[in-house]
């Protein structure tokens, strides 16, 4: 065995075949699995350490020989074929979520595992000569999985990484029917809330590990409001998936199983609580940020239609909500209605912002751009995220579009020399060589782009600077949507704030000329509605770090007048969590946690009191 394995820390063993799992080459005849290879396998399932395959072979023969040995089915997302292996081994691990220390590659050839450690750094190898010792460790370890929860799972992800291939992964996660809930009965579950907080990296925030005392010290304090969180989807359930502690607001603990990688779980779970503080410790694989709630987690699905005599049930609709902060913010207090899908603003896990996606250009671009406009702009524009070149736009048959038109007064637009497409970005002139070095060294607004003066050149030999886009030009957008859009389609806009903001504020000046071009167009189209901002700011402390962010209650407000836009417009009614409710849910929880603290369950006082708290909570829900 390899001098530096540490089995405790093992999470996943990837097999060879040949001269390795088994005796002989299965190409070259027959193949025999020593005694005892299975009850390995066994074993390590039951101490909750997967088994996967990494073997040059014929998938179906190997497949074939491994069923007839009874152990195919303690393999997940088994490599099988004759390309090489280090490619492959670093898939495996992309697709299962685990990091290279948690892996040990067993292989009889040397070049094999050379080969791993050079495209998998970090990774654990060994010998077959090592699995005589791997069994007697394993012999030593505690069964703490017992039912193989554990290889359940990643089955399951097994399922989701197959039905994921060829599928853009937004739309992916949409059909994927992601169900997320947030439990208080921590103490129930304390072994598997342990196991995350002091297992798990890449999905630690926080990174404090702690105690079994500790743990036991920190559920019992009234003082914090913990919390687990378990998901399923349509694949299969994965149980309790994710941790957090909150005290005065602040995280301590905020960690979540790499199962769900991908799924933004975590960022969910973050805007449910309210956006709190938190410090980040060390490299986390996926970014938290203040201003999203992704919206396939929680989606109702429509009810199917009643073909009996009964009373006419409540209409349902679709809507799209699209654009920045202004519609990510009052998301939050949109209660899931099964109504809504969003293409939203977000950070990459590389910083980068993506944004422009919601921007009149690139909206038209969705209907006018080909496949091929499509890979050169991804090409040209690092500033493009591709996912941004694809969305539902007009292709989701939606009743209700709301969109945010605050880019269009300061996203600068570019267009190609040569093709003529158009593309966005926030910030400054990106052809004016008088703005690189601080676009460069990110003075400027850079957008977590990582701009070069060689990328800005070329940039600017290919594409010309064409400014601000004017309301006569919105209008023309606006003008083309509805010829393209089904005509059940209604476009809501949300227009920019003006009030209260200097009168020398050249995006002020923007917002109040696009806003009045808008409110004239919409007089003599009934399809477009619009919702002013302006309703909702009462004095200048409504704006926070400039003109398109603002506070909670303006965002509270704005969710209502789309939910009352919906209604108007659809007749299908959405609520809105009443103000202050986002954290609602932990302030009852708490107050219930306190009860118990201060009352006996025996009391007179504390049968109503909880009873109290529990409508309340089940009310909220």
Not at 183 to 206: A, S
Not at 270 to 295: D, H
Not at 330 to 349: A, C, I, N, W
Request: charged share 25%; net charge negative.
């Amino acid at each position: 065995m390899h001098d530096r394995l540490e089995i405790k820390s093992v999470k996943l063993i990837a097999w060879d075949l040949d001269g390795t799992f088994w005796e002989g080459t299965l190409s070259e005849g027959e193949v025999t699995v020593p005694e005892g290879r299975a009850r390995l396998l066994e074993n390590l399932a039951d101490c909750g350490i997967i088994n996967s395959i990494c073997s040059r072979n014929d998938f179906g023969k190997a497949k074939e020989r491994l069923e007839d040995a009874g152990v195919w089915d303690l393999f997940v997302s088994p490599s099988i074929s004759w390309e090489a292996k280090g490619p492959r081994l670093k898939q495996l691990l992309e697709d299962l979520a685990l990091r290279p220390v948690n892996t040990l590659f067993i292989d009889d050839n040397p070049s094999n595992r050379g080969e791993a450690e050079y495209y998998v750094p970090g990774i654990q190898t060994a010998g077959p000569e090592a699995v005589e010792a791997l069994a007697s460790q394993v012999a030593g370890l505690d069964r703490s999985d017992p039912a193989r929860t554990r290889l359940a799972h990643y089955k399951t992800m097994e399922k989701r990484n197959a039905a994921k291939a060829g599928t853009s992964s937004e739309q992916f996660l949409y059909d994927s029917d992601i169900r997320v809930s947030i439990h208080n009965d921590c103490l129930q579950h304390k072994e598997r809330i342990l196991e995350l907080v002091n297992r798990t990296n890449q999905l630690n925030f926080t990174k404090t590990r702690i105690s079994p005392e500790e743990l036991e010290s920190l559920l019992d304090n009234p003082g914090y409001e913990c919390g687990y969180i378990s998901s399923k989807d349509k694949f299969g359930d994965y149980g309790i998936i994710g941790f957090y502690a909150l005290k005065d607001n602040i995280l301590e603990h905020f960690a979540f199983s790499c199962r769900t990688m991908g799924q933004r779980i975590e960022q969910w779970v973050y805007a449910q609580l309210g956006f709190p503080r938190i410090t980040v410790s060390g490299e986390v694989a996926s970014g938290l940020n203040g201003n999203e709630c992704p919206g396939w987690i929680n989606q109702t699905q429509p009810a199917a239609p009643d073909t009996a005599d009964s009373p006419e049930t409540s209409p349902h609709c679709r809507v799209l909500l699209k654009g920045p902060c202004d519609l990510s913010h009052s998301l939050v207090y949109l209660k899931g209605s099964g109504v809504f899908d969003t293409e939203l603003g977000y950070t990459t896990d590389k910083g980068k912002v993506v944004a422009a996606h919601n921007h009149s250009v690139h909206i038209e671009g969705l209907h006018e751009w080909s496949e091929e406009q499509k890979q050169e702009i991804a090409k040209d524009c690092i500033f493009v995220d591709p996912p941004m070149l694809t969305g539902r736009f007009f292709s989701g048959n939606y009743d209700l579009i709301v969109l945010s038109t605050s880019f269009e007064s300061y996203y600068q637009t570019y267009r190609n020399k040569i093709s003529g497409v158009k593309v966005a970005f926030a910030g400054v002139n990106l052809t004016n060589p008088k703005n690189w070095p601080g676009i460069i060294d990110g003075t400027i607004y850079n957008g977590g782009n990582a701009f070069s003066e060689e990328y800005l050149k070329g940039f600017s030999e290919k594409y010309e600077y064409i400014g601000i886009t004017k309301p006569e030009t919105y209008l023309e957008f606006l003008e083309k949507c509805l010829e393209w859009l089904p005509e059940r389609t209604t476009l809501c806009l949300i227009l920019g704030a003006t009030r209260f903001i200097d009168e020398r504020n050249i995006v002020r000046f923007r917002h109040e000329r696009f806003n009045a071009a808008i409110k004239d167009f919409a007089k003599s189209h009934p399809r477009i509605r619009f919702i002013e901002v302006d309703d909702f700011i009462h004095d200048a402390s409504d704006y926070l770090d400039g003109i398109n962010h603002f506070s909670a209650r303006v965002y509270y407000e704005l969710a209502q007048a789309i939910a009352k836009t919906i209604h108007e417009t659809t007749g299908q009614s959405v609520t809105t969590r009443q103000r202050g409710t986002v954290r609602f849910d932990s302030l009852i929880l708490k107050a219930r946690k306190r009860l118990t603290s201060v009352l006996k369950p025996g009391s007179t006082l504390y049968k109503p009191l909880k009873a109290v708290y529990d409508r309340l909570y089940k009310e909220r829900r």
